[in-house]
């Protein structure tokens, strides 16, 4: 059973940056993909950013290509989502979720965060 939890998230001004880190305890972490997600108000839950469990291979959604890079560190049992050049419609709920390498939509990660949100506006 992992325990998820996230932290970072703020008030930035348009053009800023921000840390996202997503802390997970319980179980060895050597196994587990990491995803990141956002849902904005009225809108759907979109995924953002997810790093298999090697660190290998990293995807972005094409609205966060370039200005996001998401990293992990297994040693502090973490991942980090780096957020630059933020935009007003960045936004959003920002989730940590859990899973195996091979789950591709948010119903296949067992394990999830409250959320910290993240607030762009000057």
């Known amino acids: 059973q992992l325990h998820v939890v996230e932290s970072g998230g703020g008030l930035v001004q348009p053009g800023g940056s921000l840390r996202l880190s997503c802390v997970a305890s319980?179980?060895?972490?050597?196994?587990?993909?990491f995803c990141w997600f956002r849902q904005a108000p009225g809108k759907e839950r979109e995924e953002v950013s997810r790093?298999?469990?090697?660190?290998?291979?990293?995807s972005y959604a094409d609205s966060v290509k370039g200005r996001f890079t998401i990293s992990r560190d297994n040693a502090k049992n973490t991942v980090y989502l780096d957020m630059d050049r933020l935009k007003p419609e960045d936004t959003a709920v920002y989730y940590c979720?859990?899973?195996?390498?091979?789950?591709?939509?948010?119903?296949?990660?067992?394990?999830w965060g409250q959320g910290t949100q993240v607030t762009v506006s000057s």
């Open positions: 319980g179980e060895e972490l050597d196994y587990y993909a």
């Open positions: 979720a859990v899973g195996r390498d091979w789950a591709t939509e948010a119903s296949d990660y067992h394990y």
């Open positions: 790093i298999t469990s090697n660190g290998e291979g990293t």
